[in-house]
């Protein structure tokens, strides 16, 4: 059973935008705080962006001010808008899922559930 499916990557150019979206399961959405993670290709996996049940969020400094993460409730989905985008941001990204929005969530190893990874290619 697909808990979390991301889609929406590609390839843009720098300075350009682009918008991930990920369809989480009824029992994931509900109960989990849902975030986004990347992996640079050769680097250890960075959390993004995270929202909790009540639409607060947290970001990551290298995309702050960028990076726009929200959710439809009523469609299970979660979003990330990515605006100015950079040849740094090149990854592989993940929807993830954790238990809080607290504590350790830059911690990769906190979230316990993952989508399949979709990619992202920012070219200069």
């Known amino acids: 059973q697909v808990q979390l499916a991301e889609s929406g990557g590609g390839s843009v150019q720098a300075g350009g935008s682009l918008r991930l979206s990920c369809a989480a399961s009824?029992?994931?959405?509900?109960?989990?705080?849902l975030g986004w993670v990347r992996q640079a290709p050769g680097k250890e996996r960075e959390a993004v962006a995270l929202?909790?049940?009540?639409?607060?969020?947290l970001y990551a400094d290298s995309v702050k001010g960028r990076f726009t993460i929200s959710k439809d409730n009523a469609k299970n989905a979660l979003y990330l808008q990515m605006n100015g985008l950079k040849p740094e941001d090149t990854a592989m990204y993940y929807c993830?899922?954790?238990?809080?929005?607290?504590?350790?969530?830059?911690?990769?190893?906190?979230?316990?559930?993952w989508g399949q990874g979709i990619n992202v290619t920012v070219s200069s």
């Open positions: 009824g029992y994931i959405a509900r109960r989990y705080c």
């Open positions: 993830a899922a954790r238990s809080t929005s607290g504590g350790t969530w830059r911690d990769p190893t906190s979230y316990g559930y």
């Open positions: 929202i909790d049940s009540n639409g607060s969020t």
